[in-house]
């Protein structure tokens, strides 16, 4: 079955007026829309899509790219808030991104981006966003390693440098004194990890240290 907040390989199987009805090898079917259909596709053919939840609470496919997927960190924008929650720009024509007022921490403002984590809701399995990373990004076991090339989200900025997020699951500090380049809270950047203390602070840095720098 195709699951939110992903990427699948789905073959067209049957064509309607409403789109392409694509399906997995288990015969479970998500419609692509008319929107992002060719006049070249056939029944038959593989298409790569991401696959997301419509406001009727369907399941439903895109061509286009997300801003976010399951399982990643970032800086999106507030566009409308409810009594219930805010919504974020995903990047997704006509979809924005749920920010449930219990995943929020401090105050959302309209208008203001702020640094997010989706996952897929347990209950419904529709994509949500927090503000509440603790349980999605922490230095309790670290899976990285010195000289790592690793990708990079700026997260908060400090008198001393940038608190980044470090592939999409630890805590970094990229310092002022490494910084060859601008850099603002929401970038994407890569870099190498530099140190890892023995209590799991990990320090990073934009250029790989010695031999493999020069």
Known sequence: MPTAG???????????DHGLYLADEEQAEVLLP???????????????????????DRLVATTETPLLRAGEAGYLKVVDKT??????????????????NRNQQGGILTGHSYIVYLYEDDITGRCVATTK?????????????????????GAS????????????????MLYRNQLF??????????????????????????????????
């Open 83 to 100: 009594p219930h929650g805010a919504f974020l720009d995903w990047g997704l024509f006509g979809k924005d991104l749920f920010l449930p």
């Open 133 to 153: 990373l603790k349980s999605f990004i922490n230095n309790d076991t670290i899976d990285v390693r010195p000289r790592q090339e690793v990708r990079l989200l």
């Open 157 to 172: 900025e400090s008198p001393i440098g940038f608190r980044v997020i470090i592939d999409n699951r630890h805590w970094g």
């Open 34 to 56: 008319n929107r992002y259909v060719s006049l070249t596709d056939r029944v038959g053919d593989e298409k790569e899509v991401f696959v997301y939840h419509d406001s009727e």
């Open 181 to 214: 380049r601008p850099v603002a809270v929401g970038d994407r950047l890569t870099g190498y990890v530099r140190r890892i203390t023995e209590d799991n602070r990990i320090d990073v840095s934009l250029q790989q240290q010695g031999v493999a720098q020069v």
């Open 6 to 16: 992903h990427y699948h390989t789905l073959r067209v199987n049957r064509i309607s």
